[in-house]
Nanobody, 115 residues
Framework: QVQLVESGGGLVQAGNSLRLSCAAS????????MGWFRQAPGKEREFVAA??????????DAVKGRFTVTRDNTKSTNYTISMQMTDLKPEDTAVYYC??????WGQGTQVTVSS
């Protein structure tokens, strides 16, 4: 099993920034990719960003140029990814979920952006 602990959500005004983190522990492997999805009320879960073990990144169209995902693999069995979110917009309001590929999900952290 892999355990994921997310942190960093909150309430911010539009135009401001937030940083989310997700720490993976348990039966982790260095080759696994990790990423972020989000789900707004009444909407389907949406891909936000992903990062491979080698540091390659991929972003959803809605966040390109505003969000940056990074990864820390320095601990032998614990892996942490962070996502710096800048120029936040009200439409970024959602519960953000960390994913340890292929199918371990975090509990989610709420991000609310007020206009």
């Amino acid at each position: 099993q892999v355990q994921l602990v997310e942190s960093g959500g909150g309430l911010v005004q539009a135009g401001n920034s937030l940083r989310l983190s997700c720490a993976a522990s348990g039966r982790t492997v260095s080759s696994a990719g990790m990423g972020w999805f989000r789900q707004a009320p009444g909407k389907e879960r949406e891909f936000v960003a992903a990062i491979t073990s080698g540091g390659s990144t991929l972003y959803g169209d809605a966040v390109k140029g505003r969000f940056t995902v990074t990864r820390d693999n320095t601990k032998s069995t614990n892996y942490t990814i962070s996502m710096q979110m800048t120029d936040l917009k009200p439409e970024d309001t959602a519960v953000y979920y960390c994913l340890y590929y292929p199918n371990y999900w975090g509990q989610g952290t709420q991000v609310t952006v007020s206009s």
